[in-house]
Antibody
Framework: EVQLVESGGALVQPGRSLRLSCAASGFTFDDYAMHWVRQVPGKGLEWVSGISWNSDIIGYADSVEGRFTISRDNAKNSLYLQMNSLRADDTALYYC???????????WGQGTLVTVSS | EIVLTQSPGTLSFSPGERATLSCRASQSISISNLAWYQQKPGQAPRLLIY???SRATGIPDRFSGSGSGTDFTLTISRLEPEDFAVYYC??????????FGQGTRLEIK
């Protein structure tokens, strides 16, 4: 059974940093690209960042480019999101999601909540 | 950047009715890059349709997807009570970028 478990969400002050983690199991982690998607409670889905299976290809949304860094450790079956210079509008539930065999996200974690507030 | 527009934002139907949800892209996209998700309150999104018309594993056949170019449709043939949720279309672009529509809420009339 595929499982994606996010952790690291917290209440943090504006301008500070936070690192999110996603522990993956139930599939061959280093075969698939992985993504972070966020959602402000009650609002829509916003793609944040994606990383290819071997970290060769990385993409970011304009809203986080230069502040967030995605990475993965295939030996640990883990995905990460380093978030720096956090702003109030980064407040959201952050989901880790696995790319499927095609151009879609076939499994999602339950999310970890990041709240940026003074 | 491709923009996906889902309209209207909310649709009201009764159980048993047929619902058609629209997703329009600002420019033509490959059908292989178009997917639909369902999200219920307090839950993560669930993949329904990929490649514009292929049902994901375990998705009932009352859900179907169609379309090409800039216009795509998700159809639910006979609404069940558990189908009332928010639906998002998604486009998968180059450099792993992903765009979501703003969502259509399906509510019970």
């Amino acid at each position: 059974e595929v499982q994606l478990v996010e952790s690291g969400g917290a209440l943090v002050q504006p301008g500070r940093s936070l690192r999110l983690s996603c522990a993956a199991s139930g599939f061959t982690f280093d075969d698939y690209a992985m993504h972070w998607v966020r959602q402000v409670p009650g609002k829509g889905l916003e793609w944040v960042s994606g990383i290819s299976w071997n970290s060769d290809i990385i993409g970011y949304a304009d809203s986080v480019e230069g502040r967030f860094t995605i990475s993965r450790d295939n030996a640990k079956n883990s995905l990460y999101l380093q978030m720096n210079s956090l702003r109030a509008d980064d407040t959201a539930l952050y989901y880790c999601a696995k790319r499927g065999a095609g151009s879609y996200l076939d499994y999602w974690g339950q999310g970890t909540l990041v709240t940026v507030s003074s | 950047e491709i923009v996906l527009t889902q309209s209207p934002g909310t649709l009201s139907f009764s159980p048993g009715e047929r619902a058609t949800l629209s997703c329009r892209a600002s420019q033509s996209i490959s059908i292989s890059n178009l997917a639909w998700y369902q999200q219920k309150p307090g839950q993560a999104p669930r993949l329904l349709i990929y490649g514009a018309s292929s049902r994901a594993t375990g998705i009932p056949d009352r859900f179907s997807g169609s379309g090409s170019g800039t216009d795509f449709t998700l159809t639910i043939s006979r609404l069940e009570p558990e189908d009332f949720a928010v639906y998002y279309c998604q486009q998968y672009g180059s450099s792993l970028s992903i765009t979501f529509g703003q969502g259509t809420r399906l509510e019970i009339k």
